[in-house]
């Protein structure tokens, strides 16, 4: 009696091939998408990208370029980091000041105050991009903002 509703296979499964029976209405409604188990519809549902290494496939939901730590170090060889540093305004200031400090000696050069830790560079003629040393002196901060302040109008 059991071979009387035995279904014969009438179409395959995406994943793996396999026949197997399902209802021709099943069919037409999936648009021939069939699965015979849900580990095939996991893997068809899975959004996967080459690893850009070795071609391994790989999740791309997690943002990964590559599959593992070796074809990531594979990916980055030849890649140089921080050779240059063209816009560090920190940097370059502390070289100026450095220099400065080595010609004109570790104090400021109006009142004589000899922290140099604390010293400002000033530009006299208030442009920050001309750093030619005779534009350029040390100054402590309270020179400095009195130099600042004289400008604006505001002493005593």
């Known amino acids: 009696m059991a071979e009387q509703y035995k279904r014969n296979p009438n179409t395959n499964c995406k994943i793996c091939s396999k026949r197997i029976y399902k209802r021709p209405s099943q069919i037409q409604l999936n648009g021939g998408n069939i699965f015979c188990s849900n580990a095939c519809y996991g893997k068809f549902c899975r959004d996967e990208k080459p690893c850009v290494v070795c071609g391994k496939m790989i999740l791309s939901g997690l943002h990964k370029k590559t599959c ?89």
């Open 68 to 156: 593992s730590r070796t074809c990531s170090n594979k990916n980055r060889s030849g890649i140089k980091y921080g050779i240059k540093r063209p816009n560090d305004k920190v940097r370059t200031q502390e070289i100026i000041k450095k220099r400065l400090i080595k010609m004109r000696g570790m104090k400021c050069e109006i009142c004589s105050y000899n922290k140099y830790e604390i010293l400002h560079i000033h530009h006299i003629d208030r442009n920050r991009s001309n750093n030619n040393f005779s534009n350029l002196e040390l100054v402590c901060p309270n020179c400095h903002y009195e130099k600042h302040l004289k400008e604006k109008g505001l002493e005593n």
